[in-house]
């Protein structure tokens, strides 16, 4: 399963099909890869390089500008310290948005129907579709900029609207992230609506005759602070539970606060009950287009995320309107019983990833170092794990030497079984080692990675507090220079909805 001996190590770098990674031996890639394979990708990608090699042949006159805009154009941009550095997307990141457009505007795909065109091996079924809208999955490695994937997908659905005739995509945006830590971390991109200005997203007025900064003109609204102005023109910023269909979520025993779930709902009034209805707000809009964020939430068709998207479609298409597109980025699209979403159309794996150095990857202590590891008979966490902890700080100082050169930050991440032991090894590291004081951030979160107030026993803004500084981390004023430490619970189960 070693990566192709012709695989480049650049990131930016055009990757022919044929060298492209997958999961057994080489001498299998022309009898197996679409058995091992997302079951669209390997025709995709081929039909992708032709559409690339041909300078865009089919596609409408707004997406091809804007792809020779984004791929094909040099962009010089402006660093911190003054001076001007090249940027270009990842190659991950063009193949995502080729494949959309190359769906879009030359096959024309509407449906599950259209889809399955490109399934190769013969293994795809319309029953494998649960939706029946139009909806494309992209699978990117955590860290290799899905949120850029979600800008640029945005700028052409808005300008294909306004400058196509008969486009049937959308104005509106939907943007949707499973938490509030995943929704914080879009919002400092799209906050100002920074990410469109800050990378080449938008042409310059005039090019292909167009005035694309001036007539790029959105809202951003972030969950209940919206403000409707006009009719197209807006992105809903939201973290799922603003957009569940019908009344609000049942209370649950899982949830933090059990009060309502034990006591009943607690009624609510204009002085109690100031929350603007998102759901209604989406529903009641005549274009959308949904991005959903860490998509692999939506697996099941009987959960809320999913139930809520089929009502906004259905709404849509009671005015005789639809869903224009649900486009879905993450790095694990799966379903629980492991099968790969059918709709993945677009795959940048992590083996690829991290061979581009476009992703973090953990370092190792060598082999000597390892073969020292003792775990003593201890109840005490720390007592038990003392040569991991300290091992580890070891390796850290070695990386944060290095990475300082660089004018960049080291992080250590010390994951815990339980919120005790989390607090058990703050204490250690702040002990043991003088310098460390005061430099270690302690999180304790719920089995969704939502942070808890109950286990942490902070208020709600210190809560908010502790939510920023772990947003920022690695950033240069950041007090917690070297640590970053979560204490978290083994179970994972994203199917709780834990807000």
């Not at 001007?84 to 096959?107: H, K, P």
């Not at 139930?307 to 639809?322: C, G, M, V």
């Not at 951030?441 to 939510?467: C, P, Q």
């Amino acid at each position: 399963m070693a990566l192709h001996k012709n695989f480049p190590d650049s990131p930016h770098a055009v990757l022919d099909p044929d060298i492209r990674w997958f999961p057994a031996d080489e001498a299998l890639r022309e009898t197996s890869i679409e058995k091992l394979m997302p079951p669209l990708i390997s025709q995709l990608r081929r039909k992708v390089k032709t559409f690339r090699d041909s300078g865009y042949v089919g596609a409408a006159d707004t997406s091809r500008s804007l792809l020779n805009w984004w791929f094909k154009t040099p962009h010089m941009l402006e660093r911190a310290d003054g001076t001007m550095s090249r940027f270009q997307y990842y190659f991950a990141q063009r193949e995502a948005l080729e494949t959309i457009v190359y769906l879009y505007d030359v096959a024309g795909v509407q449906d599950k129907h259209d889809m399955m065109r490109f399934d190769a091996g013969g293994f795809v079924s319309g029953s494998m579709f649960d939706e029946t809208w139009r909806r494309f999955v992209i699978k990117m490695a955590t860290g290799s900029g899905k949120t850029k994937v979600l800008s640029l997908a945005l700028v052409w659905s808005f300008f294909h609207k306004l400058y196509e005739p008969d486009s049937q995509l959308a104005r509106n945006f939907l943007v949707i992230t499973p938490n509030i830590i995943v929704l914080d971390r879009v919002y400092r991109d799209f906050q100002g609506l920074r990410i469109f200005f800050a990378d080449p997203a938008l042409p310059d007025n005039g090019v292909d005759g167009r005035n694309w900064r001036d007539d790029f003109q959105l809202t951003l609204h972030k969950q209940d602070e919206v403000t409707i102005t006009r009719p197209t023109g807006n992105i809903f910023l939201t973290n799922i539970h603003r957009v569940y269909a019908g009344n609000d979520i049942p209370p649950s025993p899982d949830d933090e606060n059990t009060m309502d779930y034990f006591l009943g709902k607690r009624p609510t009034g204009a002085t109690t009950d100031s929350k603007v209805d998102l759901s209604m707000i989406v529903r009641d809009i005549d274009e959308l287009m949904i991005l959903n964020d860490e998509a692999h939430h939506i697996h099941d068709p009987g959960m809320a995320w999913f139930k809520s998207i089929e009502d906004i479609h259905n709404r849509l298409k009671q005015k005789d309107a639809a869903l224009s597109l649900q486009l879905d980025v993450t790095a694990t699209p799966k379903h629980n019983n492991g099968a790969i979403f059918v709709q993945t159309v677009a795959d940048y794996p992590l083996v690829e990833a991290i061979s581009q150095n476009v992703v973090k990857h953990p370092v190792l202590p060598d082999a000597p170092s390892r073969a020292k590891l003792t775990e003593r008979q201890s109840a005490k966490y720390t007592e038990k794990y003392a040569d991991y902890i300290d091992l580890g700080v070891i390796e850290w100082r070695k990386a944060h030497a290095e990475h300082r050169k660089l004018g960049k930050k080291a992080i250590l991440f010390v994951m815990t079984d339980d919120t005790r032991n989390c607090d058990d090894v703050a204490e250690y590291l702040e002990g043991h080692y003088p310098d460390l004081k005061d430099s270690v951030l302690v999180i304790h979160t719920k089995n969704n990675g939502e942070i808890s107030e109950a286990r942490s026993g902070k208020a709600k803004e210190e809560l908010e507090a502790l939510r920023k500084q772990a947003n920022d981390i690695d950033a240069a004023d950041n007090p917690f220079n070297p640590f970053f430490r979560v204490g978290i619970k083994i179970l994972h189960d994203y199917r709780l909805f834990h807000f």
